[in-house]
C-alpha cells in the first residue's frame, strides 16, 4: 500500500540481544542460525533480528505477536529504556542510538509518552495529581500544568473526576487516566505497551473505540503493542506481526487477512469473521456508466442500455455523486417529453465510504438491489458494490 504521509520513525536494522556477547550472536545470525541454534551455541538470546519499518506520521501502527515475540522489547528499543544492540531509530532526524544520555531525555520528553498495561498510577495522588505528574517532573509551571492535565481529562472522558483517587476508579477509568497523563505531556508519538491487555474483555472494547475517536480527533503518532489478533485488526492503520524478534508481515489489516505471508500468518488469521474486517474497498468494482446531471433521458437509457443497468448513478463534472435514476423512471420521462433528468435523479439508495465493513452491506440489498455506491469525503464516486461481490470477496478470503 502506498503512503503519502511524512515518516515520523524510521527504524532500520534493529537487533537486540540479551547476553554478555552480543557480537558473537549477531554473528551466527548473520550466517543463517536462528534464535534457537544461537541461544544452545551461545546462551544468548536473540531478542530481535535485522528489523525494520517505517511510522508515518498521524498512524496507529500495531505491532503484535504471542508472548516471546520481541514486540515488547522492540516498543522499548523504540526510546531506548532497552539499549539496541545494533541499528538505526531515526525521530525527525535524531538517531536514538547515538544520542548522549542528556540529549536522550531531552528526545524522550519531546516525543515519547507511554502507557503501560498496568496503569502505572500514584495511589496517593488525584486523578488530576496524577495526569500532571509528566509535567511536574519537566519543571513545568503550575497553573500551565493544571491547564494541560484538564484538558487531557476530558479529551478522556474524565473531566469531573479530577478530584478523585484511583481506588475510587474502575479499571477502564484508570487507564483512561494513564492516557491522559501520557496526552497531557504533548509528545509526539504515543507508545502504548499492552494498554488494555489487564482490562475486562466489554471494557476493553469500550476503550478501543475511545482510542479510535481520540486517534480521529487528534492524529496522534501512535505505537501499539498487543497480543490479541482481534484487538490489532480493530484499531491498527497498519499491522506488524513478529515472530521469534523477526517482522513475519507488514500491512493493512486487509492485507494481512486477504493476502497472508506464510503458513504462520494463515494459522494467526483462522478463526477471523472476514466480513467485519473486509470493507467495501475490497468488494468494489468499477462503474460501468455514469449518468451526467446535464444528461437527457434519452441519453440516460442509452448508457444504461449500453451497459446492461437497470439504474445509473448521476455525477458532476467533479465525480461528486448527485444520485441515482432508474431505467422504469426515465423510459416514462421520454414517453412524456421530458428534456432534463433533474426531477428524475432521487437519493433513496445505498452509500458508503470504502472503509465499511462488509458485515454492513448485507442488509442494504434488501429491497430493490441497487449497486451501493462507494465514496470519498468529498462524495466523489469510487465504485460500486454488487451483492455477489460482496459473496465473491468472502469465499475468495475464506480460502486462505
Request: proline share 4%.
Amino acid at each position: 500500500m502506498s503512503e503519502t504521509r511524512p515518516v515520523k520513525i524510521k527504524v532500520r536494522g534493529l537487533s537486540k540481544v540479551f547476553g554478555s556477547q552480543p557480537k558473537k550472536a549477531l554473528e551466527l545470525r548473520d550466517q543463517g542460525l536462528k534464535r534457537s541454534a544461537i541461544l544452545d551455541k551461545t546462551s544468548q538470546t536473540l531478542g530481535l533480528s535485522n528489523i525494520g519499518f517505517d511510522v508515518y506520521e498521524g498512524e496507529l501502527l500495531v505491532i503484535m505477536g504471542l508472548s516471546g515475540s520481541g514486540k515488547s522489547t522492540l516498543i522499548r528499543c523504540l526510546n531506548r529504556l532497552i539499549e539496541p544492540s545494533e541499528g538505526e531509530i531515526v525521530i525527525d532526524g535524531e538517531n536514538i542510538p547515538e544520542l548522549s544520555d542528556k540529549s536522550l531525555l531531552e528526545c524522550r520528553r519531546r516525543h515519547f509518552s507511554m502507557v503501560f498495561q498496568n496503569f502505572a498510577l500514584f495511589p496517593h495522588r488525584t486523578v488530576q495529581q496524577n495526569a500532571e505528574y509528566g509535567l511536574e517532573i519537566r519543571n513545568v509551571d503550575k497553573d500551565e500544568r493544571r491547564q494541560a492535565a484538564r484538558n487531557a481529562l476530558k479529551q478522556v472522558g474524565l473531566e469531573g473526576w479530577e478530584d478523585a483517587y484511583p481506588n475510587q476508579l474502575s479499571g477502564g477509568m484508570q487507564q483512561r487516566v494513564g492516557l491522559a497523563r501520557a496526552l497531557a505531556n504533548d509528545s509526539s508519538v504515543l507508545l502504548m505497551d499492552e494498554a488494555f491487555s489487564a482490562l475486562d474483555p466489554l471494557i476493553r472494547k469500550d476503550m478501543q473505540q475511545e482510542l479510535l475517536e481520540l486517534q480521529h480527533r487528534m492524529k496522534k503518532t501512535t505505537v501499539f503493542i498487543t497480543h490479541d489478533l482481534d484487538e490489532a485488526l480493530s484499531i491498527g492503520d497498519r499491522i506488524i506481526l513478529l515472530k521469534d524478534g523477526e517482522i513475519v508481515q507488514i500491512g493493512t489489516p486487509e492485507e494481512i487477512l486477504t493476502a497472508p505471508a506464510d503458513e504462520y500468518v494463515e494459522r494467526f488469521i483462522e478463526g477471523v469473521d472476514m466480513s467485519r474486517i473486509l470493507t467495501a474497498r475490497s468488494a468494489m468494482r468499477p462503474v460501468r456508466a455514469t449518468a451526467r446531471e446535464d444528461d437527457g433521458p434519452r441519453t440516460v437509457l442509452r448508457k444504461m442500455s449500453e451497459n446492461g443497468l437497470d439504474s445509473i448513478y448521476v455525477t458532476n463534472r467533479e465525480r461528486r455523486l448527485l444520485g441515482l435514476v432508474e431505467g422504469e423512471v426515465a423510459d416514462r420521462a421520454v414517453k412524456d417529453g421530458q428534456q432534463g433528468i433533474a426531477s428524475l435523479i432521487h437519493q433513496d439508495f445505498p452509500c458508503v465510504s470504502p472503509d465499511e465493513p462488509l458485515h454492513n452491506l448485507f442488509a442494504m440489498f434488501s429491497g430493490k438491489s441497487f449497486p451501493i455506491a462507494v465514496v470519498d469525503y468529498d462524495k466523489r464516486l469510487l465504485g460500486v458494490v454488487v451483492k455477489g461481490a460482496v459473496l465473491a470477496q468472502l469465499a475468495e478470503s475464506g480460502e486462505h
